[in-house]
């Protein structure tokens, strides 16, 4: 059972999260084993159920005419996802992909960045995390 719960999880993967972002602001998202208001997660099997919940904040900086994201940061990864491959999707209100960020997980805090992509902060509305491997 504990196999194949492992391969159902690296199949349809980490913490998937779905929340409305304020413009502006360094939003943060909280992704655990409540069931979030806006849409549906699913609980990575190296993030404990009984374990902080991970969270998701943005890089944003003001630029020009608005804030840009540049950057995500996932707080509380568990020991367990460390030199995991993480993949965060940002996207619109209708599902249409933003950006994708990548890297592997670090225990406590993973920063994923992008120097070549800053996408307006008002216009992401939906975040996918995946973390598998």
């Known amino acids: 059972m504990a196999s194949a ?3 159902s999880a ?7 999260g779905v929340a409305g972002l304020a413009l ?3 939003a943060q998202l909280t992704i655990g084993t409540a069931s979030l208001g806006a849409g549906t997660q699913v609980v990575a099997s190296c993030q404990p159920s ?3 919940a991970i969270e998701v904040g943005f890089d944003s900086a003001y630029q020009g005419q608005g804030y840009r994201t540049s950057g995500v940061v996932l707080d509380n990864v568990a020991a367990a996802c460390d030199g995991l ?7 619109t209100a209708d ?3 933003l950006h994708e960020f990548t890297a592997s997980a670090t225990e406590g805090r993973t920063v994923l960045t992008s120097p070549s992509a800053s996408i307006p902060a008002a ?6 995390v995946v973390i598998s491997g």
């Open 85 to 91: 491959d993480v993949q965060v999707t940002v996207a």
């Open 50 to 52: 009984d374990g902080p």
């Open 95 to 97: 599902g249409t992909s």
């Open 10 to 16: 690296a199949a349809a993967l980490a913490v998937v």
């Open 5 to 7: 719960r492992r391969k």
């Open 123 to 128: 216009d992401i509305e939906n975040i996918s």
């Open 24 to 26: 502006a602001s360094a």
